[in-house]
């Protein structure tokens, strides 16, 4: 199933050159091609020895990059997207994974649902169009006197556009089979003919249109699953953590990083976009690419 390793990746390489030949005595000769492959592995390596099993991880670990990615949060300089983007981490008591865990760190992300009634932002457009005599006289000035406000007003303009119907919680809970973070998600406060256990009311609601093929081509439901929830033992929705790891070890993640590299492969699938903001005080990364709020 190749349904959410959704983020564009390049391999940092198949495999490294054939099998090692014996040098004459007195020389060490090494082929510019295993030395350029031993120096990418030993670069990708300097950020997996973070890990003790590097893409995977153990509990404590796993609550590592759970309160890094609330630091991004809190340190982010976000304005008016706090308001409908939040982000907190939580412990709570759990049972549904097994025996061998008393309590979970997990992240909890909640944002408005919406519903687009304006296709393409048509009234927007058309408010920009000026009937006025006096033309485009001291439109620049009043431009210049309003760019500070342009965001909020830019949030209003989409809010207008694109209703709240409800809101959509996202969780991000540790596997401890795949011994990777699982996205779990639940709709809230949907009108009383949309059942928010749907997985039509999910593809209406949270999946992109350029998701939605790849996610049915694989199946009823794709890469999406239902399940009892791991704290509340509700029914809810998850991203199926199978193939997430193989997609993860192709990247260079500190722990610093690893949440926000993961949320780029497995988020956007289902609405879920990390604000650029956070990924401001972040270094770029050569072999991927983040999703990332448009």
Known sequence: MTTYSLGSTALIGNSLPGEHQE??????ITPPSTLFAS?????????????????????????????????????????????????????AFATAFGMDAEY?????????????????????????????????DGVVDQDMMESEEADEAALRRDTETAPDVGYV?????????????????????LPPDEPAFNIDTVFRYLVPDQFKAALRGTGPIGGISGDHHPITGFPSFFVHPCLVSDAMSRLEC?????????????????????????????????????????
């Not at 040098?23 to 060490?28: D, S």
């Open 169 to 189: 919680t996202y969780e991000i809970h540790f596997h401890p089979t795949y011994r990777m973070p699982c996205l779990w998600f639940t709709l809230h406060g």
């Open 104 to 136: 979970s760190t997990y992240v909890q992300i909640t944002r408005p649902v919406q519903v687009n009634l304006d296709h393409g932002n048509l009234a927007y457009e058309i408010e920009k169009f000026s009937f006025s005599e006096d033309g485009l």
């Open 23 to 28: 040098n004459p005595p007195h020389f060490n």
């Open 254 to 294: 500190s722990k610093d990083t690893y949440l926000t590299m993961w949320l780029g492969l497995v988020g956007g699938c289902v609405g879920l976009w990390v604000p650029k903001e956070m990924m401001m005080d972040q270094p770029p990364r050569e072999n991927g690419h983040f999703a990332l709020q448009r």
């Open 39 to 91: 120096t990418v592995l030993e670069r990708t390596r300097g950020f997996a020895m973070e890990f003790k099993n590097y893409p995977h991880l153990e509990r404590d670990e796993f609550a590592e990059v759970c309160h890094f990615l609330d630091r991004h949060y809190r340190q982010a300089t976000l304005g008016p997207i706090r308001r409908r983007w939040k982000l907190q981490v939580c412990t």
